[in-house]
């Protein structure tokens, strides 16, 4: 029986052209390497899970390739198969996290002036930067200002903000953006079809938003949902194994707001908690969904809804039925309970007062109307 390799490490890129979401940056550093043009120095920032190491991994391979092409590593000459295989003298990785003393900065430091034995340059790839200590930092100052020629520093941080100014001078910088709903999705059709997995749509896109622009997050999410559903990974399946508030119930609710059904949305709101869902979180739910209802009441500002094509027309379908003051009405009542939640004693009282206000308000709108 074979070892199961997780999704994030069974598909990580290799190359640029499978890095999913970071385009203009990838072609950058591809352009950068044909045209010869290579700093002493990089600094890779964006969230995590959206490429950060991968990137810095292709990149320090593609510097020292031996048959590179159009900017992409060969994964075939020596080097490259020297750093795949985890044998690599020439490409060092360091965890910054676990070593973030200037003993280990002054042990780098030394390493450094050793030219390198097999290709044109000693790449070093410094993950989690920020966690070096300042002292750390100083100690680095000088190196990472003025290495040898053969020497290039590819650094990679969540936490920009905390790395030093004189730091940041001396690096090319680059940001990694989140990576897209859209992206998200089709990357996770792409490994279920390789892995013979019949996926929803509808499915894929929930976990896609809660990865939050994270591949990793949503690789890991996949595999946990793939153990829960088998090979057939369905929209119901994925709501229940991550204990989702269901966009059913958001739907209903508004349903039943303008219809001023009081004690239907009070009964609806007890069945949420009776599943084990938390106030404060469906408070929230509630107040993306009225933004939701609003952005699709307009064809132009619908498309930064982030979610599947089932899911986007049965919100353009009940955008059609609210009337736009009545969701800034609604927005506004949602967000001061937000606000007063945390503070409350009587948590749920609070979010009913809230429920019993909306039925209100959506009847009164309807008399002014």
Do not use: W
Not at 61 to 85: L, M, Q, T
Not at 126 to 140: C, P, Y
Not at 155 to 164: F, G, V, Y
Not at 266 to 271: G, P, S, T
């Amino acid at each position: 029986m074979e070892n199961f390799v997780v999704s994030a490490r069974k598909y990580r890129p290799s190359t640029f052209d499978t890095v999913i979401g970071q385009r203009a940056l990838v072609t950058t550093l591809k352009n950068a390497i044909t045209g010869n043009q290579l700093a002493h120095a990089y600094l890779f920032c964006g969230p995590r899970g959206v490429g950060k190491t991968t990137t810095a991994r292709i990149f320090a391979k593609a510097i020292n390739c031996e048959h590179v092409k159009d900017g992409e590593p060969c994964n075939e000459c020596e080097s490259c198969r020297s750093f795949n295989e985890g044998r690599s003298y020439n490409i060092y990785e360091l965890d910054a996290a676990s070593n973030n003393g200037v003993d280990s900065i002054r042990e780098l430091i030394d390493q450094v002036q050793t030219p390198p034995q097999i290709g044109k340059y000693r790449i070093y790839v410094i993950d989690e930067v920020h966690m070096l200590s300042t002292a750390a930092f100083n100690a680095f100052l000088k190196t990472l200002e003025e290495p040898p020629s053969y020497v290039i520093f590819i650094l990679a941080t969540t936490e920009k903000h905390k790395i030093l100014p004189t730091i940041l001078s001396r690096c090319q910088v680059y940001d990694f953006n989140r990576i897209g709903v859209e992206d998200t999705v089709a990357h996770l059709q792409s490994i279920a079809q390789k892995e013979g997995i019949t996926a929803d749509t509808d499915a894929l896109n929930i976990i896609a938003v809660k990865s939050d622009g994270g591949m990793r997050d949503a690789l890991s999410t996949f595999d946990q949902v793939v153990s829960f559903c088998g090979k057939n990974i369905t929209y119901k399946d994925v709501v229940e194994n991550l204990n989702i508030l269901d966009y059913d119930y958001y739907f209903t609710l508004t349903q039943l707001f303008l219809d001023h059904k009081m004690t239907d949305a009070l009964l609806l709101f007890n069945d949420i908690l009776n599943k084990g869902f938390d106030a404060g979180h469906f408070i929230s739910g509630l107040l993306s969904h009225f933004r939701d209802l609003l952005v699709c009441k307009d064809a132009a500002t619908a498309k930064l809804l982030e979610v599947g094509a089932g899911i986007r027309q049965r919100y353009i379908q009940q955008a059609e039925l609210c009337p736009a003051d009545f969701l800034l009405d609604c927005m506004e009542e949602t967000n001061q309970t937000e606000l007063e939640y945390k503070q409350s004693k009587n948590k749920r009282l609070l979010v009913e007062l809230m429920l019993i206000r909306l039925c209100q308000a959506t009847d009164q709108k309807k008399k002014v109307d």
